[in-house]
């Protein structure tokens, strides 16, 4: 029974993951927080309904979705980034989150627009809603899809951020602005990347856990409280720490279902206050 | 009477395994002025972070006229009469050299919690005399981001004074200006100190001003003190011109 | 600093030191003239408009002292405000009290509250402290979401009213202009004062306020609560009168809203957020007028106002005096 609790956690860490890696991106190298990271995921699930349905909820329009979709709000994210954030970066801390707050408003009325107000249900892809045994318990496949993609992806910024010299870049950037761009580093060019970057991690988590969540109104501040959890955890910056704090956060999200099934989330919050006290930066966060 | 106005006792503290300070120990008589020197990263700064409560000690104590410091928040060590300034300019760059001075006057009279009385008006008078002890009258009315670099170091002391210290923690007060202007502002920190009997410690990397101003000197190297005593000890002495020197590789 | 500079930094904290001038005091004398005359020529919508636009400009003041104060962005201020309005109701409700008795219980949970979670918050500061007041917000609505029992959940508290005497709409409106009359005189008071100049100094250069003696953890601590404080007033305030209180209250979307009036009015100003309040609510009626989408039309208007004016009403007014003193010669 209990495999039920660790898989569930496992994919409630696989997500979270994917949207708390993203924001921690965009503030280690941006410096901006993005409240809203979660309409973005938002959105991405309501996209996944839109293209999945298009192909009458065949396996194919899934992955058309997931394919298509993260790289549509990358792409927004892109424009927002240089119509908007490019002028605010010397801005007080203020004025960098209300505009944010800003787009959190003209999603969420968007989504309403295009999409009405009733949630919406998106169809696990074909195929993959077929039970499997994972330490003898059933599970829908689509469960490991979730995890083995998170995985990758993690593998993929891992190396991007390591090995890459985008990455080397990114990390300078992320150490000190300024200092890289006398030495001749195009710091805007990298904001916007990182920023497209996070905004399609977001778009790949909503799209993944649209099947299991649906389209609904609400998630926009739903998941981004949980990112920020996560965030608080590993620390702000740290994309291995918002890795481990996922896996940390999810697992006591799936078994504190066990024990308060109304209000798992308390159990986070209580881990969130206890690693304030202790460790105010996060696990992983850089001292200030 | 104590016989210290600062004894600190085996202190060490590490930063990610390296000892910034290790094994230090330091005893100021009152009313000393004593000059800390060394190269850069020699621990300098941290030892006064620990001094003013700034950053936590790892091992070791520090007294306070006979009093157990260790553990006392840094806030309450301006109380007791620790003032401090700091080498990286730390004022209040919002405000006006008169309010930097009288922000220090409220937390010096334990005004800080007062939510009633309207703060304009409040110690106006000290405000006025701390402000012309460090030379700045006239500049009272202008904003403190606004005035000389010069003038904000002298603001810079003025804020510590007010807090009328016994005890005054100087790091690097002459840092960034203009050779002519250093004797000024020593003179200055002298006079008040004859005036007021304070003790001084103080960082600073001019060795004339060193060698001529103060009474007793200690030389930290790499986290430890290597050598303390009157200036003219240290002048000859052979382990601290290597230091400053370098090993004497090759440049015989 | 050159003059226009230099201008510009004193009209910038003009606003914040307060000086006591003529100018504030006429002004104020003015506006308290025009609210208490209000109800002898205005209909019944505009008093209601005005009771609400006074209880949200008190919640934003409370707001201010941290923000522009204390330099504290909390993103779940709301969390006081509905508890302040949740407990009065309960209070008043299931223990049969009449408001007078409810309404101190409700401000009294309300900054219990916030001490606890001022607790935590304050070791924390800006990106940090955002998303923690944020994450405590939504904590404070979804228990008051989900504890349908006792709050109503999405339908609401309802069945407490205000004692017979305040039942009328202008009663209830003298009433509200007598509390937050008090309430704005109070927080006018504790800025000027020596505290509300330690919270400045510690938004300024919060190292330097701890080497001169300030406890900056207290301090920051009793600014998070009294702004709590002030903000339960305001939701009790809006309880008795709407006779209900709805979950809406403690939504992030509320803590927002009020930090998009702080930008609306100009937070380095004391009456920034009383301005601010007055054009959210104006933007408010006029906007769904003709459209659902307010909030999409909002957003737009935080959009223009961060890029293009980011001191708000407060911004505009000192262009004007400039504009206006621009013909004067300097001495």
Redesign the interface.
């Known amino acids: 029974m209990i495999q039920l609790q660790i898989v569930s956690g496992l994919v409630s860490a696989a997500i979270l993951f994917l949207v708390a890696s993203g924001l921690t991106l965009i503030f280690g190298v941006c410096h901006i927080l993005n409240l809203a990271h979660g309409a973005f995921f938002m959105l991405a699930g309501f996209l996944a309904f839109t293209i999945a349905s298009r192909f009458a909820d065949s396996a194919a329009g899934f992955w058309l979705a997931l394919a298509f979709a993260p790289l549509a709000l990358a792409a927004l994210g892109a424009l927002v980034e240089v119509a908007l954030f490019r002028r605010l970066y010397r801005a007080d801390i203020l004025l960098q989150v209300l505009p944010t707050i800003a787009i959190v408003y003209l999603i969420g009325d968007a989504v309403r627009f295009f999409w009405g107000l009733e949630p919406l249900r998106v169809r696990t892809p074909a195929g993959l809603d077929a039970p499997i045994a994972i330490f003898g318990a059933l599970f829908p496949a689509y469960y490991a899809v979730i995890i083995a993609v998170a995985a990758a992806v993690a593998g993929g910024i891992w190396w991007i951020v390591f090995r890459t010299d985008w990455g080397l870049l990114i990390r300078a950037i992320a150490q000190d602005r300024d200092m890289a761009a006398a030495l001749g580093a195009d710091v805007g060019r990298i904001f916007t990347s990182v920023f497209a970057l996070g905004i399609w991690l977001a778009g790949v988590g909503g799209v993944l856990s649209s099947p299991i969540g649906g389209a609904n109104l609400g998630t926009d501040m739903d998941i981004v409280v949980e990112a920020f959890a996560v965030v608080v955890v590993g620390g702000l910056g740290s994309v291995g720490g918002s890795a481990v704090a996922a896996i940390l956060i999810g697992m006591l999200k799936g078994f504190g279902i066990l024990v308060y099934p109304q209000f798992a989330l308390a159990f986070v919050f209580a881990l969130m206050a206890l690693i304030l006290v202790v460790r105010p930066t996060g696990l992983f966060g850089a001292k200030e | 009477m104590a016989r210290h106005a600062l004894e600190a006792r085996s202190l060490r503290r590490t930063f990610g395994g390296i000892a910034a300070v290790d094994d230090v120990q330091l005893a100021v008589p009152a009313g000393e002025f004593r000059a800390i020197i060394g190269p850069n990263g020699a621990g300098k700064t941290t030892l006064f972070n620990l001094l ?1 409560g ?1 950053i936590r000690v790892e091992r070791g104590q520090i007294f306070f006229a006979d009093r157990d410091i260790t553990r006392l ?4 060590r ?2 007791i009469g620790i ?2 300034t ?1 080498q990286i300019n ?6 006006t050299v008169n ?1 930097n001075v ?3 006057l ?3 009279h334990r ?10 008006a ?1 110690f106006r008078e000290e405000t006025n005399e701390v402000v012309a002890m460090v030379g700045l009258d006239g500049q009272g009315e202008r ?1 403190a ?2 005035i000389s670099y010069g003038d904000r170091r002298r603001l810079e002391l003025a ?2 004074l ?2 009328r210290p016994s005890l005054l923690l100087l790091d690097e007060p002459t840092c960034g200006m203009s050779v002519v202007e250093r004797p000024a502002l020593v003179e200055l920190i002298q006079r008040i100190r004859r005036q007021r009997g304070m003790t001084v410690i103080l960082i600073e990397h001019d060795m004339d001003l060193v060698f001529s101003a103060s009474e007793a000197i200690t030389v930290m190297h790499r986290g430890r003190v290597i050598a303390e005593g009157a200036p003219e000890a240290i002048a000859r002495n052979v382990q601290v011109q290597e230091v400053y020197m370098g090993e004497g590789h090759g440049y015989a | 600093m050159n003059d226009r500079a230099r201008d510009e930094e004193l009209d910038r904290r003009d606003g914040l030191r307060l000086t006591p001038r003529v100018r504030t005091i006429a002004l104020s004398l003015l506006c308290s003239a025009v609210l208490v005359a209000l109800p002898a020529f205005a209909g019944a919508p505009i008093i209601v408009g005005t009771t609400d636009t006074m209880t949200l400009a008190l919640f934003v003041l409370s707001l201010n002292l941290l923000v522009g104060y204390a330099g504290m962005i909390s993103m779940g201020h709301a969390a006081f405000l509905a508890t302040g309005g949740y407990v009065a109701g309960l209070v008043s409700k299931y223990l049969g009290v009449s408001m007078l008795v409810a309404m101190p219980a409700g401000v009294l949970a309300a900054t219990l509250l916030a001490l606890v979670i001022g607790f935590f918050s304050i070791r924390v500061t800006h990106a940090y402290f955002i998303m923690l007041t944020l994450a405590f917000g939504q904590l404070v609505y979804t228990i008051f979401w989900k504890w349908s029992s006792v709050t109503g959940g999405d339908d609401g508290l309802i069945g407490f009213a205000p004692p017979q005497l305040l039942e009328g709409n202008v009663a209830y409106y003298y009433f509200t202009l007598l509390v937050v009359g008090v309430c704005v005189f109070a927080l006018y008071r504790l800025c000027r004062s020596p505290f509300g100049r330690m919270l400045a100094a510690i938004r300024d250069n919060p190292d330097r306020a701890t080497s001169i003696g300030v406890n900056v953890r207290a301090m920051k601590l009793s600014a998070f609560v009294i702004a709590g404080l002030f903000a339960a007033v305001a939701g009790a305030l809006e309880a008795f009168f709407h006779r209900g209180m709805f979950v809406n209250s403690a939504h992030v979307i509320t803590s927002a809203d009020a930090l998009v009036i702080l930008l609306l009015g100009g937070r380095r100003w004391f009456a920034g957020p009383i301005a601010g309040a007055i054009l959210y609510k104006v933007l408010f009626i006029t906007i769904p007028h003709f459209t659902v989408y307010w909030l999409f039309y909002l957003g737009l208007v935080i959009l223009a106002v961060a890029l293009f004016m980011p001191e708000g009403v407060a911004g505009v007014g000192q262009l004007l005096k400039r504009r206006l003193a621009d013909g004067t010669p300097r001495a």
């Open positions: 003013a700034r928040p840094a806030h309450a301006s109380r003032g401090r700091f730390n004022v209040f760059p919002h405000a309010e009288q922000l220090a409220l937390a010096h005004r800080s919690w007062n939510m009633f009385s309207t703060a304009d409040l904003f981001s606004e804020i510590a007010a807090c």
